[in-house]
Nanobody, 115 residues
Framework: QVQLVESGGGLVQAGGSLRLSCAAS????????MGWYRQAPGKQRELVTIIASDGSTNYADSVKGRFNISRDNAKNTVYLQMNSLKPEDTAVYYCNAIINFMSRWGKGVLVTVSS
């Protein structure tokens, strides 16, 4: 059984930084695109950023220049470095990965940015 486990969330002041991690475990044959989504209270889940297996990336306009996604293929782990955080970045952040040709989700980690 494949699992994704996020870590690194918490409370930070506006302008601060946080680093999220998401590690995949279980019986893994292939890992393709990995990424982060978020869901703010009362809003739909939205794409934050994704990274393909070749390292190419895509970011939501709202986080460009502030967030950086990276991955360690040897560890089946994806990271999200979040800088210059804003109160509007407050949300539950979910890790997603295409593992063994199936979309998998983590349970989410809460990020709260205070003004």
């Amino acid at each position: 059984q494949v699992q994704l486990v996020e870590s690194g969330g918490g409370l930070v002041q506006a302008g601060g930084s946080l680093r999220l991690s998401c590690a995949a475990s279980g019986t893994i044959f292939t890992v393709n695109t990995m990424g982060w989504y978020r869901q703010a209270p009362g809003k739909q889940r939205e794409l934050v950023t994704i990274i393909a297996s070749d390292g190419s990336t895509n970011y939501a306009d709202s986080v460009k220049g502030r967030f950086n996604i990276s991955r360690d293929n040897a560890k089946n782990t994806v990271y999200l470095q979040m800088n210059s955080l804003k109160p509007e970045d407050t949300a539950v952040y979910y890790c997603n990965a295409i593992i063994n040709f199936m979309s998998r989700w983590g349970k989410g980690v809460l990020v709260t940015v205070s003004s």
